[in-house]
């Protein structure tokens, strides 16, 4: 059966009612499983590892349930933290603890406000309870080696940080009815992970949490939610459900003002952030301004409610049409706000055909009149925090612990026969598979794989160094800003510009646009002078910075060519000249960057490589070297194997 829901912030309530009655529950979709605790714990971690200063990570953390730190040790931790930021001053010591928790978690600009990561660990000298000074120490450390990892693929940090935490393990030991149902919920983040792709290709980890971050906030089906197989109830938003179908469906809080909703959406005539209508993919089905002045904005405003409601009725019927058995609309009247709500129109749709069919509806309520006594106005919402004492799964695992203890493993155990025994000897196998597992990880060996790419002084610097090209990888560093660079690559763009072959489209991201060794301006210009004055001044070439991809033994290699010219081949046939172009003081370049030019050339135009030649242009000497010998594409693709396994 399936439960469904106008909005996530519903959904959340209904999960936990489903939950806390034992009734295992799927969430289907992304912006619900972020709502998990488990789940939010993991991101919350992804963010830290991202950004040390993303406090409101931070404090989802130390106010879960793992850490459990307490209203006074955050306050002392907050002062901590302003301490540390040299914000120590007037009024801070009498500022109040929720004027700190609200100016950290607001969302202001990360370089103005105290970092809640700097006073973890280092949390000073103030009176801390000796519970949180450890799990401070603790948090810290497991942050601290956590970080060591952030270079990894995705999945693996995810992977990690389950195994770190312990997540798996909680939820497998958990006895309750919907633990199987959460552990279900967690595999499918973790599915969620693995199936990512980037909009433009680049799978890192700000992209992941920019996706997870909008799937948050819009919640209205950036991913493609399919449900499993597994028997559970299925609970989503009506957005989600199109084309579905279950046996039994509810769908509840059917009130008014819910659903249909009344929040009308921003207007792009009063928000600068939202994009202009005219502008938009689906201009064509939407309402549109018809001039700039009162009345004209006005019509605008009431043709977008009217689109609005059209739009919900179109959800609307989505949510009716999505049981093939039985279907249950349900609504409330009280919440905890002080106005009660009454069946929306939709609701009374229902009621009424049900009627015309002779089935009438029983357990029907209008809304309450006004100054009818709220239910919620009685129930005291406030709970402990942290919490104290000793849950029921807390409970079971120390009286697990406790047998375990007082158990005697060498002892007769008459009640053991061959079966349990078998399964015993199982356990031992699987103990003997997790020690190898540990061992492993915690092995100074790390197997590094290949970027998706490489670049033309990636491959030689492969080749030339296995080990020091691996350890980079594993754990990259930023590289100081370069001047010669720069100017560089304002050397390759007067080249364009000289010949006038600007691309329509920016390929700075490729390697090989900026060649070092210019030292300023005056070096810049004698070196443009000296190349006015060389063998191929008065050349015009076939193409300059020529973009190339090149897959070789199952890796992509890409880069640009400097400059292409056609000319005879030896043959006499038509053949071409490809020239990179080296503004260095010394002819040092390495004809491996010249053979991968002429292969990718080669195949790209369809060529046998023999009637492409490849040279390099020392710009400062006016020397044109051609090497000899260059290796072909079994050999790049033998020399790619060699480094990649070394």
Not at 42 to 60: F, G, M, R, S
Not at 445 to 459: E, F, H, N, Q, R
Not at 548 to 566: E, P
Request: with cysteine.
């Amino acid at each position: 059966m399936g439960v469904l829901t106008r909005d996530n912030a519903h959904a959340e309530d209904v999960f936990d009612a489903l939950t806390g009655a034992g009734i295992p529950v799927e969430i289907v979709g992304l912006s619900g499983l972020l709502r998990l605790p488990e789940v939010a714990e993991i991101v919350a971690i992804l963010h830290l590892l991202h950004d040390v200063t993303a406090n409101a990570a931070l404090l989802t953390l130390l106010t879960g349930p793992r850490w459990a730190i307490g209203p006074r040790d955050l306050r002392l931790l907050s002062r901590r933290a302003l301490e540390i930021a040299g914000r120590q001053g007037r009024g801070v010591q009498h500022a109040s603890v929720a004027d700190h928790l609200l100016e950290i978690a607001d969302g202001i600009d990360p370089a103005e406000i105290p970092s809640l990561d700097d006073a973890v660990a280092d949390p000073g000298d103030a009176a801390y309870s000796p519970e949180a000074l450890e799990r401070f120490a603790l948090l810290a450390a497991e942050l601290r080696s956590l970080r060591g990892y952030v270079g990894e693929p995705l999945l693996d940090i995810v992977r990690r940080i389950i195994d770190t935490t312990g997540t798996d393990v909680e939820l497998a030991s958990a006895v309750s009815p919907a633990a199987a149902a959460r552990r279900d919920n967690l595999d499918l983040f973790v599915k969620a992970v693995a199936d990512f792709q980037a909009v433009d290709g680049d799978v890192t980890l700000p992209a992941l949490l920019a996706y997870l971050t909008a799937e948050d906030d819009q919640g209205n089906g950036l991913d493609v939610a399919t449900p499993t197989e597994a028997d559970s109830v299925k609970l989503l938003t009506v957005h989600r459900s199109k084309g579905l179908e279950w046996d039994s469906v509810f769908l509840v809080g059917v009130c008014e003002t819910r659903f249909p909703s009344n929040r009308s959406r921003t207007l792009w005539t009063s928000a600068p952030s939202i994009l202009p209508a005219p502008l938009r993919g689906d201009a064509h089905d939407l309402p549109q301004l018809a001039g700039w002045d009162k009345a004209a904005l006005d019509a605008y405003r009431a043709a977008t409610r009217a689109h609005d409601a059209e739009e919900e009725l179109r959800l609307g019927y989505v949510a009716l049409t999505r049981a093939a058995h039985r279907l249950s609309v349900t609504s409330y009247l009280w919440s905890p706000r002080a106005t009660p709500f009454g069946p929306s129109d939709y609701q009374r749709v229902v009621r009424e055909q049900l009627e015309e069919w002779g089935e009438p509806v029983t357990d029907w309520l209008d809304k309450p009149q006004k100054g009818d006594p709220n239910p919620y106005a009685a129930v005291d919402p406030s709970k402990p925090w942290p919490a104290t004492g000793t849950g029921v799964e807390a409970a079971l695992r120390l009286e697990a612990a406790r047998r375990v203890r007082a158990a005697n493993p060498a002892g007769p155990d008459p009640e053991l026969d061959m079966i349990e025994a078998a399964r015993v000897a199982d356990w031992d196998l699987e103990i003997d598979r997790l020690l190898a597992e540990a061992r492993r990880d915690r092995s100074s060996d790390i197997a590094v794989s290949l970027p998706s790419s490489l670049s033309a002084t990636a491959v030689a610097r492969l080749r030339d160094d296995p080990d020091t090209f691996a350890r980079e990888l594993a754990r990259p560093m930023p590289r100081p800003p370069s001047s010669a660079a720069r100017f560089g690559t304002r050397f390759h763009a007067w080249v364009e510009a000289r010949f006038g072959q600007q691309d329509l489209f920016d390929f700075d991201d490729l390697p090989g646009r900026a060649d070092a060794g210019i030292d300023d301006d005056t070096d810049l210009k004698e070196l443009i002078s000296t190349f006015e004055n060389g063998p191929f001044a008065t050349r015009t070439p076939h193409q300059v910075e020529a973009p190339f991809a090149l897959v070789l033994a199952g890796q992509v290699v890409r880069g640009r060519i400097d400059a292409v010219y056609t000319q005879r081949a030896a043959d006499g046939e038509p053949g071409y000249l490809v020239v990179d172009w080296k503004t260095n003081r010394t002819a040092t370049a390495d004809p491996l960057q010249l053979a991968l030019y002429r292969l990718a050339w080669a195949e790209l135009h369809g060529v046998p490589a023999e009637r492409v030649r490849a040279a390099f242009y020392y710009v400062r000497t006016g020397e044109v070297i051609e090497p000899a010998g260059l290796p072909d594409r079994a050999e790049l693709e033998r020399l790619l194997e060699l480094g990649g396994t070394s």
